[in-house]
């Protein structure tokens, strides 16, 4: 008998998926839950899923310097319905012939506008809403939809079917695990997904603090034997430390540079593709490693890249620039022109991989920093950006000098005031009391960088 | 308004007749054809003004790309004051400064400017506009019904009642509720984190 709350939180899981759930959730070895969530898809989502599982495949192609029509008309339409677009968009703006023109947004629309961002007739009973990790230099709450989250899972399949791994989903098996690694509390949970036919799922933190021991860790992944990994590079560094005995068909790396070094240490370990995945959680998925490793290949059919200078133009034919992302299929948030922060350059002559749609090259993403504590030990700037989550910083830049003081400017939310006492004794916690801090309010970050994005966290320590 | 001015329909039909280097882009940084503040000086001079100085200039000239629509609006209704009726009077080139620099922005950023050539309710409104702006109502016209008709037709206006209204404050306070319900907040599994 599957309990209601499971139901709520899994509305279309079966017995077998139930039991699934539970054999992950009571294994001996299993680290130490603190989460439950599910991924509250419901019947009608599934033919939704379907169609966009067909489309991904179908409706890919290569793009010119602007949005195909589908995509202008897609805006076009969206004018009635989006406040903020409604502003930026005269009535009557040629979107084909002035795209060039078409004002950019970026964060600060999602953090201090989002009533002027959702459509005014999206039905919002199914709204979640997932926290950036900050490491961008902007603290976020993006609203988002299951459903969509369910097509981002599609993005995956294909993802790793241009990579030859084409997983077998079940009930009887895991399909993933996701590893952090982080010294600060993160969620800690098990799931089954609907839309991978009840399989497996489950986020685990390799920190001593979460396991019973290093041993119950690698006894945990010896059994439930995911089928791929997903993951930043700080926790597949302590899969490969903790000596977890693994064998997935597939690595998917996010949120930070995998470097070529740790690629290597990995693919030869495990024995398995490793793709770079590049996504952000205001866009969805933007983009996967092309299998010759030829760059980054735009994902989904329905998001226009381009690359664009610090005025809003796309920049000229192989010069790096902003990437910016139009469409997308979180119904709460429509894209146009989204500045991500990040840099590259959009390769759109054919790839000899065979995949249609535009390449990013010399892509520049967010480069994994670490910082000391007064102790000594590793503090790692995401668990840095939760701590400052929790107050109202739109953007942040925390930097630790050779000596290991550490100097965080901050750009609050005007109206809501910010304590910076408390901002203080929250870095404290992970710095130690010992550390030299200095912090000071700048209501200008990032608007003196001309679109260019705030370098947020920066060490100077030689280690 | 207290002065009678030309025939609206003449100043509409001149909106109308718009010629294509009026529409073209306007220079923005490196991009564009036309300079904004060579056409407007070259304006004032025939109204019976001095060119624009430097910093007059300044106002219509920009590399900044969100103002490509009021640039294109200043050619626009500079065009429209070309009409040898405010070239004749020789005395409209102040208030024809004034309003070019700031009276076009906030209507700019709502319609495009071609549409104030090929939309005939908003050549009506431009017309109305300059009218005002220079302190004249149309010919034949009571200085009560033209300020209604630019009322009316005023697209100013009528985004600042759409964006008052009660239905609009409403919806921002339920999509602030909807983020901080607790089933939002607990979110959906994520296979994969950014």
């Known amino acids: 008998m599957i309990p209601l709350e499971r139901l709520e939180r899994n509305p279309l899981i079966t017995e077998a998926g139930y039991c699934r759930l539970n054999r992950i959730l009571q294994h001996p070895c299993a680290p130490r839950w603190n989460y439950v969530v599910g991924d509250r898809i419901e019947s009608g989502d599934l033919s939704l899923v379907e169609e966009y599982r067909r489309r991904v495949r179908e409706d890919r192609g290569p793009s010119e310097g602007i949005p195909p029509p589908a995509l202008l008309d897609w805006v076009e339409r969206l004018r009635e319905r989006v406040p903020v677009l409604r502003q930026v968009l005269p009535e009557g703006f040629n979107l084909a012939r002035d795209w060039a023109y078409v004002p950019t947004m970026d964060r600060e629309d999602l953090a201090l506008r989002i009533e002027q961002v959702v459509p005014v007739d999206e039905d919002l009973s199914r709204l979640i809403v997932y926290d950036t990790s900050g490491t961008t230099g902007h603290a976020l709450r993006v609203p988002h939809h299951p459903r969509a989250m369910a097509q981002n899972q599609v993005l995956i399949e294909y993802a790793l079917e241009r990579h030859g791994v084409r997983p077998f989903f079940g009930p009887d098996t895991v399909a993933c695990v996701n590893l952090g690694a982080q010294e600060a509390n993160t969620v800690i949970f098990a799931n089954v997904f609907t839309i991978w036919n009840q399989a497996g799922f489950a986020k685990v933190n390799l920190h001593p603090k979460d396991w019973g021991s290093t041993e119950h860790a690698r006894a945990f992944f010896r059994e439930i034997a995911p089928l791929f990994l997903t993951g930043d590079p700080v926790g597949f560094a302590e899969l490969l430390s903790w000596e977890i005995p693994v064998r997935p068909a597939a690595i998917l790396s996010t949120a930070t540079a995998l470097s070529e070094g740790l690629k290597n240490k990995l693919r030869a370990s495990l024995g398995c593709p490793v793709v770079d995945w590049y996504s952000v959680t205001e866009t969805g998925p933007i983009a996967y490693a092309c299998p010759l490793g030829r760059g980054l290949h735009i994902l989904p059919h329905d998001i226009f890249v381009e690359a664009l200078d610090a005025e809003g133009h796309p920049v000229r034919e192989g010069e790096s620039g902003e990437i910016a992302v139009t469409g997308g299929h979180n119904p709460f948030v429509p894209l146009l022109r989204y500045r991500t922060g990040d840099w590259g350059r959009i390769e759109r002559s054919p790839c000899p991989c065979g995949e249609v749609t535009p390449r990013i090259l010399d892509f520049e993403g967010r480069d994994p920093v670490f910082f000391r504590s007064a102790e000594g030990s590793v503090v790692n700037a995401v668990d840095i950006g939760r701590a400052l989550r929790r107050f109202p910083v739109v953007q942040h830049e925390v930097v630790q000098r050779a000596d290991g003081s550490c100097e965080v400017a901050l750009r609050g939310v005007q109206r809501l005031g910010l304590d910076l006492e408390r901002v203080e004794s929250a870095l404290r916690e992970l710095l130690g009391a010992g550390i030299v801090l200095s912090l000071r309010l700048d209501e200008t970050l990032g608007e003196r960088l001309r679109g260019r994005k705030v370098q947020p966290y920066r060490s100077e320590r030689a280690e | ?194």
């Open chain 2, 1 to 194: 308004m207290s002065a009678e001015g030309p025939q609206l329909e003449k100043l509409t039909r001149r909106l109308a007749e718009t010629p294509e280097e009026f529409l073209e882009d306007p220079v923005i940084g490196s991009r564009g054809m036309v300079r904004a503040d060579a056409v407007v000086s070259d304006l004032l001079q025939d109204l019976g003004g001095p060119p624009l100085t430097d910093a007059e200039a300044a106002a219509f000239a920009s590399s900044d790309p969100k103002r490509l629509n009021q640039l294109r609006l200043i050619l626009v209704a500079a065009w429209l004051l070309h009409d040898e009726w405010f070239t004749a009077a020789q005395k409209y080139a102040a208030q024809s400064r004034a309003w070019l620099s700031g009276g076009l922005g906030a209507l700019a950023a709502l319609v495009a400017a071609r549409l104030f050539v090929s939309d005939p309710e908003r050549r009506e409104e431009l017309a109305r506009l300059c009218l005002s702006a220079l302190g004249l109502r149309p010919q034949a016209e009571a200085e009560g019904q033209a300020q209604d008709r630019l009322n009316s037709l005023s697209s100013v206006e009528r985004e600042k009642v759409i964006r008052a209204t009660k239905g609009q404050l409403e919806r921002a306070r339920q999509i602030r509720e909807a983020m901080k319900k607790k089933a939002a907040e607990e979110a959906a599994a994520k296979a994969v984190r950014e």
